[in-house]
């Protein structure tokens, strides 16, 4: 095996246009629908022309099935309290206090600010922590009390004792009260743990990506699908109703043939380049270094892989054993830690795709880019672009990023009929040149330059979001989806899917298949960078190969 590897804008609704939108109310479908300027006659034509084409079922996140929380309490560990650690145990019911009391806060001040309100009225997920690890005091002090049923206020499970804190993750691992684990920690941990808590028995919640290199990508898959433990990856992308929506939209062919999807990373603050705060409280002391870069054995293991690939020169300068607060609180800027762009924000895009189209692994990425902004000693670039070639679909994905300008760009898929643009909300327009509807267009009764299909869950503004990272993953549709009219925070149900698979069985929707998928893609556009030619997907033999 190779190494290598604002709602749209309409007139005045006349009798007739409201007589249409009447007739589509009755569509089960959520959200607005709105087909532009056309008399009733020539659309009731276009609806028999075309039978159901345009009639979309509901859209249900996969967690949204009624759930059975009355059933054994799940107990739970958590691996790494950080940015991402800290919201993945809030989506489980537990935040913490602080936390609480500045949603409060923020609520009394703003009536549209709800985030306390959605908390507070999630279903009981009927789960307990029983056990927290950071390698860093004062996060891990917050996991407990956050953890602590005594000191919590929130949805999370039963009343019991503070979490207990371990040094070590394999100790955590190694506790008889602790039935699943998640795991949240820096990309180069991912697998380690991941396989370790398999052959431990502990089911597993895994953050994005998946691996931190290519050949233990193969690894975890062998030992998830041999452990037998529930895996979710970390995509509550899957939770989100638009995109489940899109997905409809795909399968009834509305945009004909889909040659071309582009999807893009824009952000433009410290926060969404990686440059994360230094807490006043981390020192040598505070810190266990050692087990942050970890033994001698895995420095080994990443050392060999990069120097079998010839990318030594992408290893950092200074010494793997010398104590820098940057590199511990920035990883991501570092090869040593990171997986880039790929591994963290390109692995939401292509997993939105890969749910509304099923495009599975490419075959063949090429990527250019650099450090052209943040000249902060950093090794992953800032601005990267990645062409993924799905031959077996006629279509390229293009990938396009920049941590320096917040231009808003969303996901748009182009069809020789019609185009989709997905984010939060979802719009569907059709092409001037669309052989499929050119007799709608030449009458009138559908025209290019107005949404034939808009889908907006919930609410159409976004509140309750307080930073420029939040809101690049509200618009993206990665933090609320709705349920019966009702909105949850997608990192919850994405959870409360798992939990729920772990008490009454099934698998979760982020399932080891997909993770791996996504896991290879995003190693195929970062190795792509690196070695600066094009990588292959060998299928039959499951190998990245050079161009």
Same mark, same amino acid.
């Given at each position: 095996?190779?190494?290598?590897?604002?709602?749209?804008?309409?007139?005045?609704?006349?009798?007739?246009?409201?007589?249409?939108?009447?007739?589509?109310?009755?569509?089960?479908?959520?959200?607005?629908?709105?087909?532009?300027?056309?008399?009733?006659?020539?659309?009731?034509?276009?609806?028999?022309?075309?039978?159901?084409?345009?009639?979309?079922?509901?859209?249900?996140?996969?967690?949204?099935?009624?759930?059975?929380?009355? %059933?054994?309490?799940?107990?739970?560990? *958590?691996?790494?309290? %950080?940015?991402?650690?800290?919201?993945?145990?809030?989506?489980?019911?537990?935040?913490?206090?602080?936390?609480?009391?500045?949603?409060?806060?923020?609520?009394?001040?703003?009536?549209?600010?709800?985030?306390?309100?959605?908390?507070?009225?999630?279903?009981?997920?009927?789960?307990?922590?029983?056990?927290?690890?950071?390698?860093?005091?004062?996060?891990?002090?917050?996991?407990?009390?956050?953890?602590?049923? *005594?000191?919590?206020?929130?949805?999370?499970?039963?009343?019991?004792?503070?979490?207990?804190?371990?040094?070590?993750?394999?100790?955590?691992?190694?506790?008889?009260? *602790?039935?699943?684990?998640?795991?949240?920690?820096?990309?180069?941990?991912?697998?380690?743990?991941?396989?370790? @808590? @398999?052959? @431990?028995?502990?089911?597993?919640?895994?953050?994005?990506?998946?691996?931190?290199?290519?050949?233990?990508?193969?690894?975890?898959?062998?030992? *998830?699908?041999?452990?037998?433990?529930?895996?979710?990856?970390?995509?509550?992308?899957?939770?989100?109703?638009?995109?489940?929506?899109?997905?409809?939209?795909?399968?009834?062919?509305?945009?004909?043939?889909?040659?071309?999807?582009?999807?893009?990373?824009?952000?433009?603050?410290?926060?969404?380049?990686?440059?994360?705060?230094?807490?006043?409280?981390?020192?040598?002391?505070?810190?266990?270094?050692?087990?942050?870069?970890?033994?001698?054995?895995?420095?080994?293991?990443?050392?060999?892989?990069?120097?079998?690939?010839?990318?030594?020169?992408?290893?950092?300068?200074?010494?793997?054993?010398?104590?820098?607060?940057?590199?511990?609180?920035?990883?991501?800027?570092?090869?040593?830690?990171?997986? %880039?762009?790929?591994?963290?924000?390109?692995?939401?895009?292509?997993?939105?795709?890969?749910?509304?189209?099923?495009?599975?692994?490419? %075959?063949?990425?090429?990527?250019?880019?650099?450090?052209?902004?943040?000249?902060?000693?950093?090794?992953?670039?800032?601005?990267?672009?990645?062409?993924?070639?799905?031959?077996?679909?006629?279509?390229?994905?293009?990938?396009?990023?920049?941590?320096?300008?917040?231009?808003?760009?969303?996901?748009?898929?182009?069809?020789?009929?019609?185009?989709?643009?997905?984010?939060?909300?979802?719009?569907?327009?059709?092409?001037?040149?669309?052989?499929?509807?050119?007799?709608?267009?030449?009458?009138?009764?559908?025209?290019?330059?107005?949404?034939?299909?808009?889908?907006?869950?919930?609410?159409?503004?976004?509140?309750?979001?307080?930073?420029?990272?939040?809101?690049?993953?509200?618009?993206?549709?990665?933090?609320?989806?709705?349920?019966?009219?009702?909105?949850?925070?997608?990192?919850?149900?994405?959870?409360?899917?798992?939990?729920?698979?772990?008490?009454?069985?099934?698998?979760?929707?982020?399932?080891?298949?997909?993770?791996?998928?996504?896991?290879?893609?995003?190693?195929?556009?970062?190795?792509?960078?690196?070695?600066?030619?094009?990588?292959?997907?060998?299928?039959?033999?499951?190998?990245?190969?050079?161009?």
């Amino acid at each position: 095996m190779s190494e290598e590897t604002k709602k749209p804008q309409h007139e005045p609704a006349s009798p007739e246009r409201r007589n249409v939108i009447k007739t589509l109310i009755s569509v089960p479908v959520l959200g607005a629908m709105a087909y532009g300027v056309y008399k009733k006659t020539k659309y009731d034509r276009l609806r028999r022309n075309r039978g159901d084409l345009f009639k979309l079922e509901p859209v249900t996140p996969p967690s949204a099935k009624k759930i059975n929380s009355d %059933g054994k309490t799940v107990r739970l560990g *958590i691996i790494g309290y %950080g940015i991402r650690g800290k919201q993945l145990l809030r989506a489980a019911g537990f935040a913490e206090p602080a936390v609480i009391d500045a949603w409060k806060e923020a609520a009394r001040k703003n009536a549209n600010d709800t985030r306390y309100r959605d908390y507070m009225e999630q279903e009981s997920l009927n789960v307990e922590v029983t056990g927290v690890c950071d390698i860093f005091d004062t996060c891990a002090e917050s996991a407990v009390l956050s953890g602590s049923n *005594i000191h919590r206020e929130g949805t999370g499970g039963t009343m019991g004792a503070p979490p207990k804190r371990y040094r070590r993750y394999v100790d955590l691992l190694a506790a008889d009260d *602790i039935d699943a684990v998640i795991i949240a920690t820096p990309d180069h941990w991912h697998g380690t743990m991941a396989m370790d @808590a @398999a052959r @431990a028995g502990k089911h597993v919640y895994l953050e994005k990506p998946m691996s931190w290199t290519v050949p233990e990508t193969y690894m975890i898959r062998d030992v *998830i699908r041999q452990s037998g433990v529930t895996f979710q990856f970390g995509h509550q992308g899957r939770q989100t109703d638009s995109y489940l929506k899109a997905k409809q939209i795909i399968e009834k062919d509305i945009l004909g043939h889909v040659s071309l999807i582009e999807v893009c990373t824009n952000r433009n603050d410290p926060n969404g380049a990686w440059v994360y705060p230094i807490h006043e409280t981390a020192d040598p002391q505070t810190i266990d270094w050692q087990q942050f870069e970890g033994h001698a054995d895995r420095i080994k293991e990443y050392t060999d892989y990069m120097q079998s690939a010839g990318l030594m020169r992408y290893v950092g300068p200074e010494p793997r054993d010398r104590f820098d607060l940057k590199r511990f609180f920035r990883w991501r800027c570092w090869w040593d830690y990171s997986t %880039g762009l790929s591994g963290d924000l390109l692995t939401h895009e292509y997993d939105a795709v890969n749910q509304v189209m099923g495009v599975g692994i490419p %075959g063949s990425a090429t990527s250019s880019g650099g450090v052209y902004f943040f000249k902060d000693g950093r090794t992953v670039p800032d601005v990267l672009q990645t062409s993924f070639e799905f031959p077996d679909k006629n279509l390229t994905m293009l990938y396009s990023a920049t941590l320096a300008s917040q231009r808003a760009r969303g996901k748009v898929f182009m069809g020789h009929d019609a185009s989709m643009e997905l984010s939060s909300s979802l719009t569907v327009k059709v092409d001037p040149r669309s052989t499929r509807y050119a007799e709608q267009i030449a009458q009138g009764v559908i025209k290019p330059d107005t949404p034939l299909i808009t889908y907006v869950p919930g609410q159409e503004n976004v509140d309750a979001v307080s930073s420029a990272t939040e809101l690049y993953f509200a618009q993206r549709g990665l933090l609320y989806a709705y349920v019966n009219g009702k909105r949850y925070d997608t990192t919850y149900l994405h959870i409360r899917e798992w939990v729920e698979c772990i008490r009454n069985g099934g698998t979760p929707c982020c399932h080891i298949d997909a993770a791996f998928e996504e896991a290879i893609t995003a190693h195929m556009g970062t190795r792509a960078y690196l070695e600066g030619r094009t990588m292959y997907w060998d299928r039959e033999k499951e190998e990245i190969v050079r161009g």
